[in-house]
């Protein structure tokens, strides 16, 4: 195998389990603790055909009991379960949903801080997922403004 084809298979790799595997597992957990709160969860860029290559690929993440996306159309029923929503300007009251999920989200915003300060208004538990700094596509999209770590290891942020 040649290196650029090595690289190739590297990034595939990566996708898959930053973009696939990673977030269903985290997303597990944030279920369970909506549960355990007997509250709905609440997922942010849920994605639509149009807005994540994911979701072209794969259809949309619906692990919410709500699953929003700023790419659906507002006022038109999805036939994919996704609503639109501003991450900025969620339209729930106060700690009304157990946990919140948002995957691949927040390393495009111009403000991550009003967003999960936002989130964690609306929810309980609020599980933050970003790229891993070790795969390509976290520096290779042309979208990303932000590389979020904990720790100095990136990844994920769960706020309480």
């Known amino acids: 195998m040649s290196m650029l084809s090595g690289l190739f ?3 595939v790799a990566a996708y898959g389990y930053d973009v696939l595997i990673r977030p269903d597992q985290i997303a597990e ?5 909506a549960r355990r709160r007997q ?13 994540s290559l994911r979701a072209f690929l794969f259809g949309p993440t619906l692990w919410g009991d709500v699953n ?14 996704v609503v639109y929503g501003n991450i900025y300007n969620i339209p729930f009251p106060d700690k009304y949903f ?17 967003a999960i300060d936002e989130l964690y208004r609306v929810a309980d538990s609020v599980y933050v997922i970003t790229p891993l700094w070790w795969c390509p596509h976290t520096w290779l999209h042309p979208d990303h403004k932000w ?14």
Request: cysteine-free; aromatic content about 4%.
């Open 98 to 114: 157990g946990s919140v999920v948002a995957s691949h989200v927040v390393e495009h915003l111009e403000n991550p801080k009003e």
């Open 39 to 51: 509250k709905p969860i609440l997922n942010i860029g849920a994605g639509t055909n149009e807005s």
């Open 147 to 160: 590389l979020i770590t904990k720790d100095g290891k990136g990844q994920y942020i769960k706020i309480e």
């Open 29 to 33: 957990e944030a279920k369970q603790e």
């Open 9 to 11: 298979w590297f990034g």
């Open 68 to 81: 929003l996306d700023i790419a659906a159309k507002p006022g038109i029923p999805s036939p994919q379960k």
